[in-house]
């Protein structure tokens, strides 16, 4: 039997958690009045608060429990590795199994031309590490002044100070002084908001000459690398028109730009593929990854280096004066291993390319007949609608359209108290579900 939570006084807990804990992405004194809920327990989608109260996880976590809860063969594999060897890396030639063993498997896994993986604690620090690397990259090719890197309005690739600066939400760089110099942004592929009447495709071609520009304008001998999200995540589950990467990889490979594909939530199978950079005909030189990787059950991320920048790295470049004490912490490769042994037994990646994803999308298209649904799309195990006040001339006001609070937030809310986790962006609900979901959890999350 799984372990059950002990009993505890929910409204003292609260009150601790107000006083002491710093939530990540919070305004603290609202969370101080209202108490935070109190998550205890998770099996297969559905997780329970204290008050026993049971919640379909629409949100996988934070995009990342792609196996869903309660998997006791991760929680045996982890503790078999503690138990043998809970923490080793010195960085001096010493290397440990777990380690060793999940890079041979993620290289089985990538797309042809990766052969090289560098581990970190998080996709924050992997898109760090990515900073670091083209940087290093094009001092070794003798390009000392190509450091420049190009990102997106709206993309999400992390909090840290470089995560947050290639990141594109205004909201974090107002704090800080961000973005730190060479790195630059364009306009992301919207359709929805700014397709402006045009055809998809030709907006899609439209939003990549976005980064031709910029290249053009920064100077092509200055530009390092172009940075983004297959799938658009936080910033609101943007799916590109078919047209945008294949473009943007034209672009790359015309200026000899380093293209980085951001999976940190689009790998591991939640966009039908492992690396979701297959699905939309990109090639690119790194893959950052995190999250599902292991399922999120312990942290962590790391990049997948291409052959290009890696012979380089490896040929000419010396020390790589990078690295963290938890790359390649043997307990995490251990879960890792195992996350990615049960995506494949259970055939997680085909089910979600094939038919559970065909019947998400199918189910999730249906809520467009809702009185208060606009635009509503999927991409694989990621979906967005849009909560619209006036639809086909008739007006659906109704007490979500808060205007001071935002209708996505009092969505999310409503959601929330009604069991069913989602995310709110604006006035876009969002969810990504665990994989493992079924068609009848499928129809309980949409009913
Ligand atoms: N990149 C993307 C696309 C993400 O969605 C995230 C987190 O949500 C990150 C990077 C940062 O990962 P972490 O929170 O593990 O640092």
């Not at 908001?193 to 031709?212: K, P, Q, T, V």
């Amino acid at each position: 039997a799984k372990t059950q939570p002990a009993a505890f006084d929910t409204r003292a807990v609260q009150q601790r958690d107000s006083a002491h804990y710093l939530h990540p992405f919070t305004d603290h004194k609202s969370l101080g009045e209202r108490g935070a809920r109190v998550i205890v327990r998770g099996d297969g989608v559905h997780i329970w608060d204290s008050e026993g109260k049971q919640i379909i996880d629409a949100m996988s976590g934070l995009w990342c429990v792609n196996v869903g809860y309660g998997r006791t063969s991760i929680s045996e594999a982890v503790y078999k590795q503690m138990e043998t060897l809970p923490f080793y890396n010195s960085f001096f030639n010493t290397t440990n199994l777990p380690a060793v063993e999940l890079a041979t498997k993620l290289v089985s896994l990538a797309p042809a031309g990766f052969n090289h993986v560098f581990f970190t604690g998080s996709g924050s620090e992997a898109n760090d590490t990515n900073v670091r690397m083209v940087r290093r990259y094009w001092d070794l090719m003798g390009y000392k002044d190509r450091h420049t890197i190009i990102s997106r309005h709206n993309a999400y690739h992390g909090s840290t100070v470089a995560g947050a600066s290639l990141s594109g939400m205004e909201g974090m760089h107002a704090q800080g002084g961000l973005p730190i110099p060479g790195i630059v942004h364009i306009g992301q592929p919207n359709y929805v908001a700014s397709g402006r009447g045009m055809s998809e495709d030709a907006f899609g071609l439209e939003a990549a000459s976005w980064l031709e520009k910029k290249i053009l304008e920064v100077g092509p001998d200055k530009v390092a690398a172009f940075i983004g999200e297959p799938v658009q995540g936080a910033g609101g589950v943007i799916i590109p028109p078919a047209t945008y990467w294949p473009e943007i990889q034209r672009i790359c490979d015309m200026y000899g730009v380093l293209l980085i594909a951001d999976e940190v939530i689009c790998g591991f199978g939640r966009l039908g593929k492992w690396f979701a950079s297959e699905r939309f005909g990109m090639r690119p030189d790194l893959i950052t990854f995190a999250k599902g990787v292991t399922s999120g059950y312990v942290p962590l991320g790391g990049v997948m280096v291409g052959e290009r920048v890696a012979n380089v790295l490896i040929e000419k470049g010396g020390d790589f004066n990078h690295g963290f004490t938890y790359s390649g912490h043997p307990v995490a490769c251990a879960a890792a291993l195992e996350n990615i042994r049960i995506i494949e037994q259970e055939q997680l990646v085909e089910k979600v390319g094939g038919a559970s994803g065909a019947y998400l999308a199918e189910r999730f298209a249906s809520l467009r007949d809702h009185p208060l649904v606009g635009h509503a799309d999927s991409c694989g195990f990621v979906a967005g609608l849009n909560l619209v006040k006036n639809k086909a001339d008739a007006v659906h006001d109704c007490e979500l359209f808060d205007p001071e609070l935002g209708v996505g937030m009092v969505c999310r809310s409503f959601m929330f108290a009604n069991g069913v986790i989602m995310r709110a962006v604006g006035e876009r609900m969002i969810i990504a579900p665990p994989l493992v979901m079924n068609h009848t959890q499928i129809n309980d999350m949409i009913s």
